[in-house]
């Protein structure tokens, strides 16, 4: 049976290097992101999603706005958010903010909400990371009261409730497509399937076929609740080059540049050589040729049976142009491959 799939490619706004090898300011990262969104649109990429973060690493703190301009200057290709950190936000907001781009691009918004694997967010907006569990509970939970649109009437602890209040706009469709993006945790895969959501599953290190046991609870979840199964998607780094020696090259001291920073944080130490040859060879890097990235995206794409994959392709101080090449890769060589092998 073929198997059909939806392939996208995400962006954190890395902040990058020019041409001299100083960083580039964040206004004209941001700049270049919409660029490269660009090109992914007319190159016939799927998905196009950027990911909110509130450190100087990371140039998209309101994917929204960033979402909003990037649809005045495309025509086909979706868009969305990888991810939107709904605890530290207002439900409400973050689907107005979205029902807004979902009107401007025509009906091509999608959302994928989380908790977000930094926290930052919580102390410039005021909440305590003590509560990061139960404000993620509470705003899903109001959040997927409005997805179907129409008035509302909810009850929670955190905030007050609402009685048959509508929000505004609505969605022209009837209801804005809205993805769990999970990070490894059972409770988050069966949270997706009692909200009869989509599953984004973030895959960032080590085999992707560990992860087949939340594919089959979430199919299993499903099979209780007697529903149709929802997609399911990987959001996995990546980068592609014309060969795998150039690739490899290309990545390997601005993506170890960019771990041995978020590592620091985390007591995790530097990353070796051998380390990120494994993760080319056999983890959930998907690094190299088109032919190899493909050939690895596919097998992925059986093992855990996914509608959607989505390869994060800008990593650390990795260069505009590169990206923008790895891009062209992605759209004319890559996703035909793919098709080609799973159909």
Same mark, same amino acid.
């Not at 439900?91 to 930094?118: K, W």
């Not at 199964?229 to 170890?256: C, F, N």
């Given at each position: 049976m073929r198997q059909s799939i939806e392939l996208g490619l995400d962006t954190f706004g890395d902040v990058t290097a020019g041409a001299d090898g100083r960083l580039l300011s964040h206004a004209q990262v941001i700049r270049n992101v919409i660029e490269e969104a660009v090109l992914a649109d007319r190159i016939g990429i799927d998905f196009f999603g950027v990911g909110e973060h509130h450190r100087a690493d990371f140039a998209i703190s309101a994917p929204e706005v960033v979402l909003a301009a990037i649809a005045g200057r495309t025509s086909r290709i979706r868009l969305g958010s990888a991810v939107t950190v709904l605890s530290s936000d207002d439900? $409400? &907001?973050? =689907?107005? %903010?979205?029902?807004? !781009?979902?009107?401007?691009?025509?009906? #091509?918004?999608?959302?994928?909400? /989380? %908790? /977000?694997?930094?926290?930052?967010?919580?102390?410039? =907006?005021? =909440?305590?990371?003590?509560?990061?569990?139960?404000?993620?509970?509470?705003k899903l939970d109001l959040f997927a009261a409005l997805i179907g649109g129409g008035a509302i009437t909810w009850r929670g602890k955190m905030r007050p409730p609402l009685t048959d209040q509508l929000v505004f706009p609505p969605i022209e469709t009837g209801s804005l497509k809205t993805w769990i993006g999970v990070g490894g945790s059972p409770d988050s895969v069966v949270r997706a399937a009692r909200y009869n959501l989509p599953l984004m599953l973030a895959i960032i290190g080590g085999d992707p076929k560990r992860f087949q046991p939340y594919a089959e609870l979430y199919h299993r979840?499903?099979?209780?609740?007697? &529903?149709?199964?929802?997609? $399911?998607? !990987?959001?996995?780094? /990546?980068? !592609?080059?014309?060969?795998? /020696?150039?690739? &490899?090259?290309?990545?390997?001291?601005?993506?170890?540049?960019? #771990?041995? #920073?978020i590592g620091a944080e985390r007591g995790w130490p530097p990353m070796a050589r051998a380390e990120f040859d494994q993760e080319a060879d056999r983890g959930s890097l998907y690094v190299g040729s088109p032919l190899t990235v493909a050939r690895k995206i596919a097998a992925t794409a059986k093992a855990l049976g996914l509608a959607r994959f989505d390869m994060k392709y800008s990593a650390g101080t990795l260069p505009h142009e590169k990206l923008m090449r790895g891009i062209e890769l992605y759209g004319s060589q890559v996703i035909p491959l793919v098709r080609e092998i799973l159909g």
């Open positions: 439900p $409400i &907001r973050v =689907f107005q %903010r979205f029902a807004t !781009v979902d009107a401007a691009s025509n009906g #091509r918004a999608e959302v994928i909400l /989380g %908790r /977000g694997s930094f926290t930052e967010s919580f102390p410039l =907006f005021g =909440f305590e990371l003590s509560q990061y569990q139960d404000l993620f509970e509470e979840a499903f099979q209780q609740l007697g &529903r149709p199964v929802p997609p $399911i998607g !990987v959001h996995s780094p /990546g980068y !592609v080059a014309d060969t795998d /020696g150039q690739a &490899r090259e290309d990545l390997w001291l601005d993506y170890k540049g960019m #771990r041995d #920073r």
